[in-house]
């Protein structure tokens, strides 16, 4: 009589970034773990914060982005099936209903752990022509493939761009450099939301500069063509369109996890604890579906990125094979090219921190890239936000053309410290002539601040 006690199961839904790291990290974790991840696309871990790239045609292939293939994976002793939808979650009988997307056939599995890493959706606006051929998203490897496609086999020659978030910059300079004379259309008063308005203005003057029509306040109202897209309306004005790219945002795709009882957060995604448990036994989530707690405001907040994601798959691989890993917060840290322009912001926005209910001070500041004297520098524009009476910091921004990548991690490392301005004005920062001037453009509004 065999002494041999099954395997645990654990099924992932969802393959890319989250259940990806949770899953290779539960492999290592326990080895004796049966691992299923199911992933609706027809790619796992993949980046997609490279899509853009590829499109622009700066990386060779689409698929260029893929970092691991469900083969790869399989010597691994991870069983990931793509093209496999989950309709639905059965907590009480630790079951899913599947759907095999290339067969068609239905099937339930069951497992002893879940992980939900559902990621976001691209979210389409509901106007007429929404669906129209020419009209994209960009979320997934198939998406970017799409695009390409039109792009190398059309040609088209002017193309609109519905919304001026990281997805809508990116994907400009993308399209442009294919030919497409672009309009970016926005319903808010400033691109990238991220910023405030004076620091979004400049990303706007490097999109005219660059022959981008930008039309803030313009909300779309509909599009339509013949056979494919032809036009746009937008604020009452039609433009012309050969192709279309909808980046209006991302939303959590919450749908199983509300259907199954998965307790939603205050921002609309799945709340966790720091353990990425959610209020249902043996069911964990992470990723872009998830909500993460925010070191600044204290609360829970919704920033789908890359970077979170993959943190918070390996916090949850860990507690799910038996260790006791916890996810330590963000502060929401993000930097985007445009063109020859790069923005880059850290914690709270003026805008944001007021709407949490702080009491706001801000400096601005501009100061040179490098040395004065070296060539090739460029100014940097600094905006910090800071709480009044306590000094402490609530969030940073930075556009220029060089060296705002990296200076926004100092902002995010003085934000995970819950440093004031004046111990930011205090940083031993590095100093040589062709990367920084003898004062850093964070430390000259630092001081700006202490004054």
């Known amino acids: 009589m065999s002494t041999n006690q099954p395997s645990e199961r654990l099924i992932v839904i969802g393959g890319v970034a989250a259940g990806m790291s949770a899953a290779a990290k539960a492999r290592r974790s326990n080895p004796g773990l049966a691992i299923t991840v199911y992933e609706q696309s027809g790619y796992v871990s993949y980046g997609a914060c490279g899509l853009p790239y590829a499109i622009k045609g700066e990386i060779a292939r689409v698929e260029d982005v893929v970092v691991r293939t469900p083969e790869q994976f399989a010597k691994q002793g991870i069983s990931a099936l793509v093209r496999h939808e989950v309709l639905a979650i059965t907590p009480d009988a630790r079951a899913v209903t599947v759907r095999n997307l290339e067969s068609g056939a239905v099937f339930e599995d069951h497992y002893d752990k879940l992980l939900l890493t559902t990621g976001g959706a691209a979210s389409r606006i509901p106007i007429p022509g929404a669906d129209m051929p020419g009209v994209f998203t960009l979320r997934t490897v198939e998406d970017g493939l799409a695009i390409k496609a039109w792009l190398d086999e059309l040609r088209p020659a002017r193309g609109v761009i519905i919304g001026g978030g990281y997805i809508g910059l990116e994907l400009a300079e993308a399209l442009a450099a294919h030919g497409v004379a672009l309009t970016v259309v926005e319903r808010l008063p400033q691109l990238q939301p991220s910023l405030d308005i004076e620091m979004a203005s400049h990303v706007q003057a490097e999109l005219e500069r660059q022959g981008v029509d930008v039309r803030l306040e313009h909300g779309v109202e509909a599009i339509s063509g013949d056979d494919r897209v032809r036009e746009v309306t937008a604020g009452g004005v039609r433009f012309p369109a050969e192709i279309v790219i909808m980046a209006a945002g991302v939303r959590p795709s919450v ?83 445009v063109f020859d322009l790069t923005a880059a912001s850290s914690g709270l926005s003026e805008e944001r921190a007021r709407a949490e209910g702080f009491s706001v001070k801000t400096v601005s500041a501009t100061a040179g890239s490098r040395a004065h004297y070296m060539p090739g520098g460029h100014p940097i524009h600094v905006k910090l936000v800071y709480e009044a009476g306590s000094g402490r910091m609530l969030g940073g921004q930075l556009v220029g053309r060089e060296g705002v990548a990296q200076r926004v991690d100092v902002i995010a490392a003085a934000l995970h410290a819950g440093w004031t301005v004046e111990q930011l004005g205090e940083l031993d920062l590095a100093y040589a002539p062709p990367f920084s001037p003898v004062w850093d453009p964070i430390l000259v509004a630092a001081n700006l601040a202490r004054q």
């Open 255 to 337: 749908g199983l996890a509300s259907a199954a009882g998965i307790a939603l957060g205050p921002t609309g995604a799945v709340a966790v604890d720091d353990h990425q448990r959610t209020n249902l036994p043996g069911i964990w989530s992470a990723g872009d579906v998830a909500e993460a707690h925010h070191l600044v405001t204290g609360r829970p907040a919704w920033v789908p990125l890359g970077t979170t994601a993959n943190k918070q798959g390996k916090v949850a691989g860990t507690n799910i094979a038996g260790g006791d890993a916890r996810f330590g917060g963000i502060v929401g840290t993000s930097v985007v090219k």
